[in-house]
């Protein structure tokens, strides 16, 4: 129904490389999110799908044929704006209807496709107020409902969740995803916020300044991240990264020794790695456990407990800069003590200095 | 886009956004390369024939650029003589120099043989050589005519342009003052007279004002066009929009530290409001420099006309003398077109703020 | 903008003297009038002028509009009541000025009649195609935008000048038409021809007034609302019926009044310009003011004052109307 394929999509703005040779393909019905830093791109990628930005170079193919001469308004995709774009002397009705009468839609068509995208995000009670009338959320619903009377083979949403305030967010991105079920389009979602990526998505894209640095499902992402960026950028609180050399490698085990932590020994599991090797290592917050006492492999004194209730932030310093641990339940260290504290076993990574992870067999 | 780039054409196809131009764009381009012509040639076809001599301005059709007739020394004639390019019968050219012109022949010389004598050579023969020449002769003249009355119009115009702005800058900024940052009884009344004004164009009151202009003895007097528009609305609304966004704590803590309410007003308000006063100001400038009604009633004698004025009765003598008229017409033009092309943001701003309130 | 803050300093340095001078008389009005009453100090000088050149004229016009004889001086003039009014409205068919009393003023009124609505549409339309055009992704935007605003600066005075040079008959046109084998046309002797004229002159040296406020009208429509529409399949005509259009109503009615308050009052260019001719083909309300109250012998205040009053009325209602939508327009989402 609608597959999308990118190939070798490059867009540059006068001298500045803004998208560098992407290949990406999106299966049918997938819910597919963009998701980097600020300026990585990912915008214009979804701007250049939807049509509203010329490539530079590359194709682009909706179910096998090319659309990259196509303007934006006959591909079949539909987008949803970040500030909604609803037209502000229009009814919410005629918002729903503008699309469908400029393709000469007969008019019980359009009443019927407009009651249907009304009824289905609960806006029909508003299809005669004008946009100024509405709350943040009604607007956004409203928008959505544009790109839906229009029957797109593909939705696309350009951070459509930025404006509104956390709680609001929160439930839109439920209703996002219901209507995702529901309609089981392909959608194209694009963010800056990982926990929208990671909660919505079916296979995350992440970009930095115009690279597509790994394409994956979110658990995938999470687990095996391609290299240091993704680690450090998928997961909330951030992956804790301690510089480290490789002091002796065995055969099914070698020793790391971390700035200013002492050594550990880990099992290899099949990496290649190298005596005096420098490398990254990196593990989560929720991955590091408190050992028994004076049985290490890390002494970390705490400066900082946040407590949550469910689970508790304590962030200790370490030579190299802040580790910070996550643990379940209330704690009861406090601050100022030293703690023992070591990677949970298999849930930590290596990154070389080319920043890749450092891969082994098995997850 | 390097492709796109590569070629001169290519590189003005590309708008902003690096997209490759379509035939709107054309057309676009199209229309405002017209508009531009028809913007600018006429002002500028003024200010290239002021540089014309009277002969070059008499001619039909006109030339593009200043010309003037070569001339050469020749020796044994105290004046150079205009060169022409002379057809002889038998298909010789030769370039001669005109003595005198008597009837439909001229008496003509060689210049690099002028002892040879004079030849006489039919009128139609004869076409003259002449070459760009910038003439600054209407200038002059029209700086020293009528023992340089102009220099009178010019001091009365600068005279009226910048009291009138200086008076209405400080008298509107008071009034904007007072209504902006003072709450008082009454306030809602003055503003709703110095409203009621913007329904009161100068067109409207004409034989009133000339009444009043007269009982206070300003008739034929330069006062007397000052008078009646150094107040004026929408410099006292522009100005009260600005002062709003001052801070008042800014007043609070001055008046704790002891200044009064006229020191407030100079030492902290009036610097605060520099933008919203220099757009003022432009604007009062504008109006002053070529406002035309108002003088024409009150100002009926010479020493007193202003620029406009002096302008448009340059027109109304017998023999116009079109070359000083030009000279003229660029002269009183040029300081606002200057002005203008470094004041240009400051104006379209000012105009656009000021129509979408 | 640094170069206008040296300038501001030296004009302050300029004014503070007197400002110093007057600062002891102002401070003891502070004492003893109180802050309540010490704004109408500010607003005095302000207050004086309005009272001395706006309101009373209005009321001294009542009076001479009402009164007779070619005295200037109210004192010497006799009460008529109605009768100028009258007179000037009194016309034996009103749709030809020949058989009225005062047959320049309903010349005047008929040429006015014609010209605002012409010239206002024509300037507006243009005014409108150069702000689309100025409002798309080109180059050197500030430049074009100069060049069309350009005129505005230049003096009635100036502009008439202008193009009766270039009107002449020995003039550039002539001489262009020349180029292409036409022959010379006295373009400002022929009465329809002149009218035609009167109106181009005055739009080529305003229009770039309304451009700069119709500009900015169209600035401020979001940009992501074009490409919405374009999504939705808008064509170029649908969006600027159904979008642009709609959206620049506000300025757009703003703009056409401010128009046709200055169109009714036209004089200055004109008046240079054709001198209110051929005959009175040119002639407008303003014009006839001027020429009852100022040039022709007697002077007719009483006329003057009566049609000044008219007029008044008209500029009153369009000012009325363009303040109420400044009030509530901006009505946008």
Same mark, same amino acid.
């Given at each position: 129904m609608?597959?999308?394929?990118?190939?070798?999509?490059s867009?540059?703005?006068g001298?500045?490389?803004v998208i560098?040779?992407?290949?990406?393909?999106?299966?049918?019905?997938?819910f597919?999110?963009?998701v980097?830093p600020?300026g990585?791109?990912?915008?214009t990628l979804l701007?250049?799908?939807a049509?509203?930005?010329?490539?530079?170079?590359?194709?682009?193919?909706?179910?096998g044929?090319?659309?990259?001469?196509t303007?934006a308004a006959?591909?079949?995709?539909?987008m949803?704006f970040q500030?909604?774009?609803?037209?502000?002397?229009?009814t919410?009705r005629?918002?729903?209807?503008f699309?469908?009468?400029?393709m000469r839609m007969?008019?019980a068509e359009?009443?019927?496709?407009v009651d249907?995208?009304a009824?289905?995000l609960?806006i029909?009670?508003?299809l005669?107020?004008?946009?100024?009338?509405?709350?943040?959320?009604?607007?956004q619903?409203?928008a959505?409902?544009?790109?839906i009377?229009r029957d797109?083979?593909?939705?696309l949403?350009?951070?459509?969740?930025?404006?509104?305030?956390?709680e609001?967010?929160?439930?839109?991105?439920?209703e996002?995803?219901?209507?995702?079920?529901r309609l089981?389009?392909?959608?194209i979602?694009?963010?800056h916020?990982?926990?929208?990526?990671?909660?919505m998505?079916?296979?995350i894209?992440?970009?930095?300044?115009?690279?597509?640095?790994?394409v994956?499902a979110p658990?995938?992402l999470y687990?095996?991240?391609r290299?240091?960026f993704?680690?450090?950028?998928i997961?909330?609180?951030?992956?804790?990264?301690?510089?480290?050399?490789?002091?002796?490698?065995?055969?099914?085990d070698?020793?790391?020794?971390c700035?200013?932590?002492?050594?550990?020994?880990?099992?290899?599991?099949g990496?290649?790695v190298?005596?005096?090797?420098f490398v990254?290592?990196?593990?989560r917050p929720?991955h590091l456990?408190?050992?028994a006492?004076?049985?290490?492999p890390?002494?970390?004194?705490v400066?900082v407990?946040e407590?949550?209730?469910s689970?508790?932030?304590?962030?200790?310093?370490a030579?190299?800069g802040?580790?910070l641990?996550?643990?379940?339940g209330?704690a009861r260290q406090?601050e100022?003590?030293v703690?023992?504290?070591?990677p949970a076993?298999g849930?930590w990574h290596l990154?070389?200095?080319d920043?890749?992870r450092?891969?082994?067999?098995g997850p | 886009?390097?492709?796109?780039?590569?070629?001169p054409?290519?590189?003005l196809?590309?708008k902003?956004g690096g997209?490759r131009a379509?035939w709107t764009?054309w057309?676009t381009?199209g229309?405002?390369?017209?508009g531009v012509?028809v913007?600018?040639v006429?002002?500028l076809w003024v200010?290239?024939?002021?540089f014309?001599?009277?002969?070059n301005?008499?001619?039909f059709?006109?030339?593009?650029?200043?010309?003037a007739?070569?001339?050469?020394?020749v020796?044994?004639?105290e004046?150079?003589l205009?060169?022409?390019v002379?057809k002889s019968?038998?298909?010789?050219?030769?370039?001669?120099a005109?003595?005198?012109?008597?009837?439909?022949?001229?008496?003509?010389?060689?210049?690099?043989?002028?002892e040879a004598?004079?030849v006489?050579v039919?009128v139609?023969?004869a076409?003259?050589?002449?070459?760009?020449h910038v003439?600054?002769?209407?200038y002059?003249?029209?700086l020293d005519?009528?023992?340089?009355?102009?220099?009178?119009?010019?001091?009365n115009t600068?005279f009226i342009?910048v009291v009138?702005t200086?008076?209405?800058l400080?008298?509107?900024?008071m009034?904007?003052f007072?209504?902006?940052k003072?709450?008082?009884?009454?306030s809602?009344?003055?503003?709703?007279a110095i409203?009621?004004t913007l329904?009161?164009?100068?067109?409207?009151?004409l034989v009133?004002?000339?009444?009043?202009?007269s009982e206070?003895?300003l008739l034929n007097?330069?006062w007397?066009?000052i008078l009646?528009?150094?107040?004026?609305?929408t410099g006292?609304?522009?100005l009260?929009?600005?002062m709003l966004?001052?801070p008042?704590?800014l007043?609070?803590?001055a008046?704790?530290?002891?200044?009064s309410?006229?020191?407030?007003f100079w030492?902290?308000?009036?610097p605060?409001?520099t933008?919203?006063?220099?757009v003022v100001a432009i604007f009062s400038?504008?109006s002053?420099w070529n406002?035309?009604l108002?003088?024409?009633v009150?100002?009926? #004698?010479?020493?007193?006309?202003?620029?406009?004025?002096a302008?448009a009765?340059y027109?109304?003598?017998?023999?116009?003398?079109y070359?000083?008229?030009?000279?003229?017409?660029?002269?009183t033009?040029?300081?606002l077109?200057?002005g203008?092309?470094?004041?240009?943001?400051?104006?379209?701003t000012g105009?656009?703020?000021t129509?979408? #309130? | 903008m640094?170069?206008?803050? @040296?300038?501001?300093?030296?004009?302050g340095a300029a004014?503070?003297?007197?400002?110093?001078?007057?600062?002891?008389?102002?401070?003891?009005l502070?004492r003893?009038?109180?802050?309540?009453?010490?704004p109408?100090?500010?607003?005095?000088?302000n207050l004086?002028?309005?009272?001395?050149f706006?309101l009373?004229p209005?009321?001294?016009n009542?009076m001479?509009s009402v009164?007779g004889?070619?005295n200037?001086?109210?004192?010497e003039?006799?009460?008529?009541g109605?009768?100028n009014?009258?007179?000037?409205?009194?016309c034996?068919?009103?749709?030809d000025?020949?058989?009225c009393?005062?047959?320049l003023?309903?010349?005047?009124?008929r040429?006015?009649?014609?010209?605002?609505?012409?010239q206002?549409a024509v300037?507006?339309g243009?005014a409108l195609?150069t702000?689309?055009?100025?409002?798309r992704?080109?180059?050197?935007?500030g430049f074009?935008?100069?060049i069309?605003?350009f005129?505005v600066?230049l003096?009635?005075?100036?502009?008439?000048m202008t193009w009766?040079?270039?009107?002449?008959?020995d003039?550039?046109?002539?001489?262009?038409?020349?180029l292409?084998g036409?022959?010379?046309v006295?373009w400002?002797t022929d009465?329809?021809?002149?009218?035609?004229?009167?109106v181009?002159?005055?739009?080529?040296?305003h229009m770039g007034f309304?451009?700069?406020?119709?500009?900015a009208?169209l600035?401020?429509?979001?940009a992501d609302?074009?490409?919405a529409?374009?999504?939705?399949?808008?064509?170029?005509?649908r969006v600027?019926?159904?979008?642009?259009?709609?959206?620049l @109503?506000?300025?757009?009615?703003?703009?056409f009044?401010?128009?046709v308050?200055?169109?009714?009052?036209t004089?200055?260019e004109?008046y240079?310009?054709?001198?209110?001719?051929?005959?009175?083909?040119? @002639?407008?309300?303003?014009?006839?003011?001027?020429?009852?109250?100022f040039?022709?012998?007697?002077?007719?205040y009483g006329?003057?004052?009566?049609a000044?009053l008219?007029l008044?009325l008209v500029?009153?209602v369009?000012?009325?109307?363009?303040?109420?939508?400044?009030?509530?327009g901006?009505a946008?989402?």
């Open positions: 609608a597959r999308l394929t990118i190939e070798g999509l867009k540059t703005f001298v500045v490389d560098r040779a992407a290949n990406l393909e999106i299966a049918d019905g997938e597919v999110v963009f980097g600020s990585c791109g990912k915008s701007r250049l799908i049509g509203l930005e010329e490539v530079s170079s590359g194709d682009i193919r909706i179910d044929v090319s659309v990259v001469r303007a006959h591909r079949g995709v539909a949803v500030s909604y774009a609803l037209y502000p002397h229009m919410v005629e918002n729903l209807s699309g469908l009468e400029n007969k008019k359009i009443a019927r496709r249907h995208a009824k289905m609960r029909d009670a508003y005669d107020r004008k946009p100024r009338q509405l709350s943040g959320g009604q607007r619903r409203v959505i409902g544009r790109a009377t797109p083979k593909i939705f949403f350009d951070e459509p969740l930025s404006n509104l305030d956390a609001l967010r929160v439930l839109m991105r439920l996002i995803s219901k209507l995702h079920n089981k389009n392909t959608m979602y694009v963010t916020d990982q926990v929208e990526a990671m909660t998505a079916d296979r894209v992440v970009l930095r300044a115009g690279v597509i640095e790994q994956g658990l995938e687990n095996r991240p290299n240091r993704v680690a450090g950028f997961g909330s609180p951030r992956m804790n990264f301690v510089p480290g050399r490789v002091t002796r490698v065995g055969d099914s070698f020793d790391l020794e700035d200013g932590l002492g050594s550990m020994t880990l099992p290899r599991g990496r290649a190298a005596a005096g090797q990254t290592f990196g593990v929720e456990e408190l050992g006492a004076g049985a290490g890390w002494r970390l004194k400066e407990v407590q949550q209730g689970s508790a932030y304590l962030h200790c310093s030579p190299a802040e580790v641990l996550h643990v379940p209330q406090r100022g003590e703690l023992d504290v070591g076993a849930a990154f070389g200095a920043e890749l450092i891969v082994g067999e | 886009m390097a492709e796109a780039a590569a070629t054409l290519g590189f196809a590309l902003r997209r379509d764009d057309v381009y229309y405002l390369g017209l012509v913007m600018l006429p002002v200010v290239l024939s002021s014309k001599t009277e002969g301005l008499m001619e059709p006109p030339t593009l650029l200043p010309e007739a070569k001339t050469v020394a020796k044994g004639y004046r150079p205009p060169l022409y002379v019968a038998d298909g010789r050219t030769a370039t001669l005109q003595v005198r012109r008597v009837g439909i022949e001229a008496q003509m010389v060689d210049p690099a043989h002028p004598g004079l006489t039919p139609d023969a076409t003259p050589i002449r070459h760009f003439g600054t002769g209407n002059t003249r029209l005519s009528a023992g340089g009355t102009i220099w009178t119009s010019i001091y600068v342009t009138a200086a008076i209405t400080v008298m509107n900024a009034a904007a007072a209504l902006s003072y709450r008082f009884r009454g809602g009344v003055a503003l709703l409203l009621a329904m009161v164009p100068a067109t409207v009151v009133p004002i000339y009444l009043i202009v206070l003895g007097n330069v007397g066009v009646p528009v150094i107040s004026t609305p006292v609304f522009l009260r929009q600005y966004t001052i008042d704590e007043l609070e803590a008046r704790m530290d002891h200044a309410e006229w020191r407030i030492r902290l308000i009036l605060l409001a933008p919203a006063l220099a400038i504008m002053r406002d035309f108002l003088p024409l009150v100002l009926n #004698k010479p020493e007193v006309y202003t620029l406009q004025l302008l009765g027109s109304d003598e017998n023999g116009i003398q070359g000083m008229l030009l000279a003229m017409t660029t002269l033009a040029l300081p077109a200057v203008f092309l470094f004041l240009q943001r400051y104006i379209t105009i656009a703020s129509g979408i #309130k | 640094h170069s206008d803050g @040296k300038a501001m300093e030296y004009l004014a503070a003297l007197p400002a110093r001078a007057l600062e002891p008389v102002m401070a003891g502070q003893v009038l109180g802050m309540g009453r010490l109408w100090v500010f607003l005095a000088p004086a002028i309005i009272a001395l706006s009373a209005v009321l001294i009542v001479y009164t004889t070619d200037l001086y109210p004192g003039r006799t009460f008529v109605l009768a009014f009258a007179t000037l409205l009194e034996g068919n009103y749709l000025p020949a058989t009393s005062r047959d003023f309903w010349r005047a009124v040429n006015a009649l014609v010209f605002v609505p012409t206002v300037m507006i243009m195609a702000a689309i055009a100025l409002n992704d080109i180059r050197a935007r074009f935008r100069g069309f605003f005129p600066m003096s009635p005075v100036v502009v008439a009766l040079w270039l009107l002449q008959r003039g550039a046109l002539n001489g262009i038409l020349g292409f036409f022959e010379r006295s400002l009465p329809s021809r002149a009218f035609k004229w009167s181009f002159v005055t739009v080529w040296a309304y451009t700069i406020i119709l500009l009208g600035q401020s429509i979001p609302i074009y490409e529409a374009k999504m939705d399949r808008a064509s170029p005509w600027f019926t159904r979008i642009t259009l709609p959206l @109503k506000p300025v757009l009615l703003v703009v009044i401010l128009a308050i200055r169109s009714v009052q004089f200055d004109i240079v310009l054709t001198g209110g001719g051929p005959g009175t083909a040119t @002639k407008m309300i303003v014009h006839y003011i001027f020429d009852t109250g040039a022709v012998m007697p002077r007719n006329l003057a004052s009566a000044s008219m008044g500029l009153f369009f000012t009325a109307i363009q303040m109420r939508l400044a009030r509530g901006g946008n989402g």
